[in-house]
Nanobody, 124 residues
Framework: QLQLVESGGGLVQPGGSLRLSCAAS????????IGWFRQAPGKEREGVSC????????NYADSVKGRFTISRDNTKNTVYLQMSSLKPEATAVYYC?????????????????WGQGTQVTVSS
């Protein structure tokens, strides 16, 4: 089983920023497409962003375009999600996941390995 660990969540005021990290153990991330997803209470898990194995291709949900940036450092075996201009509706548990394809990479069903999640709360 691939193991992913998210970190960097916390409480932030509206308009603030956070950077989430997704680190891998027991495997190298650069063989995988990596996606970030979030799930708010009572809602389905939704795709936020994803990045190809090389980092040359990225995709974002419309709701976060222009405010979130996904990146990866394969030398550190880590993928990042920089979140800026955060809104209260971004409050959720954020998960990273490893997959194979870049096609439909915002769809959770295409990802087999998941981290445990990190809580992001945007509130004043």
């Amino acid at each position: 089983q691939l193991q992913l660990v998210e970190s960097g969540g916390g409480l932030v005021q509206p308009g603030g920023s956070l950077r989430l990290s997704c680190a891998a153990s027991r495997f190298t991330l650069d063989y995988h497409t990596i996606g970030w997803f979030r799930q708010a209470p009572g809602k389905e898990r939704e795709g936020v962003s994803c990045i190809s194995r090389s980092g040359g291709s990225t995709n974002y949900a419309d709701s976060v375009k222009g405010r979130f940036t996904i990146s990866r450092d394969n030398t550190k075996n880590t993928v990042y999600l920089q979140m800026s201009s955060l809104k209260p509706e971004a409050t959720a548990v954020y998960y990273c996941a490893a997959g194979i394809l870049m096609t439909s990479c915002l769809e959770p069903r295409y990802f087999a390995s998941w981290g445990q999640g990190t809580q992001v709360t945007v509130s004043s």
